[in-house]
């Protein structure tokens, strides 16, 4: 029973599902915000969530399907930055441009931001230049966004008490919510603008409470993403850390 509980933030069903949820919430106190603004009481809330229409729900069952998938999104974005990327590189050789690197463009800019910013294999590389700094594995590895599956598989067989992916799923988690964020940020500040626009004669404290709203997704998109750099870095130094175990060498390095 106590293993079972210790597994419930394990997996990408649990990432899935708490995405889901987070998104739905959003949702509903953007929808809280356009209607009323800040000023809305606890009462008003609830009430708010008992008288729910069939067209609010509608909205809602959307929002946890998309906020769902959300972690399927980003492995899309995130293979289809590595297909473009994989061809620009053959175009690049193809066309002998070696000398000199060809920058990217804001198209493949927005994705890398989007969806390869943060995660793991983008972590290792980043660990990589930095050689001094970095752990011993990454150190010592010609490809550590490659030998990070190994030894993780590897202290997954040998130590399965280790729970070698706990902080794994805590970093998909983190990009799922900082793509939540993102995304939300950014049609909050539509349609608070578009608001604005639509009542510049008569604006309201509500009109603006969405636009502060949407910063406020926007910190917290940062902010995510982040803590999903941070668990990254945790998720190595687990690696680290039993690997010296495994190998007998407990007093090793970072």
């Known amino acids: 029973m106590v293993e079972k509980i210790n597994n419930v933030g394990s997996g990408f069903g649990f990432v899935n599902l708490v995405t889901g949820i987070t998104t739905v919430i959003v949702v ?62 053959q175009k690049e050789k193809d066309e002998q441009r ?33 050689p001094e700094k970095t752990f011993d594995w990454i150190r010592n590895s010609d490809k550590p966004a490659v030998d990070v599956w190994n030894y993780a598989r590897k202290i997954s067989l040998e130590s399965p ?49 969405v636009l502060v709203f949407s910063l406020i997704l926007f910190f917290l998109h940062w902010l995510c993403k982040k803590t999903s750099k941070s668990f990254a870095r945790r998720f190595f130094l687990e690696i680290q850390t039993n690997l010296n175990v495994i190998n007998g060498n407990v007093d090793g390095k970072k």
């Open 28 to 89: 509903f106190f953007a929808f809280i915000l356009m209607k009323y603004g800040a000023s809305i009481s606890l009462s008003e809330i609830i009430k708010e969530v008992s008288d729910i229409s069939f067209f609010d729900l509608i909205i809602y069952v959307v929002s946890f399907v998309i906020g769902f998938f959300v972690h399927g999104m980003r492995y899309l974005g995130f293979d289809y930055y590595r297909r473009l990327y994989n061809k620009n590189k």
């Open 161 to 209: 008490k280790a729970d070698i992916y706990q902080f794994y799923y805590h970093s998909e988690v983190f990009q799922c919510f900082d793509t939540v964020f993102f995304m939300l940020s950014f049609v909050a500040f539509c349609f608070g603008a578009w608001g604005i626009g639509m009542n510049y004669k008569n604006l309201e404290s509500r009109h603006f409470s």
């Open 98 to 130: 070696k000398i000199k690197k060809q920058k990217k463009s804001l198209f493949m800019r927005i994705l890398f931001y989007l969806f390869r910013n943060g995660t793991i294999i983008e972590e290792c590389l980043n660990e990589k230049r930095c």
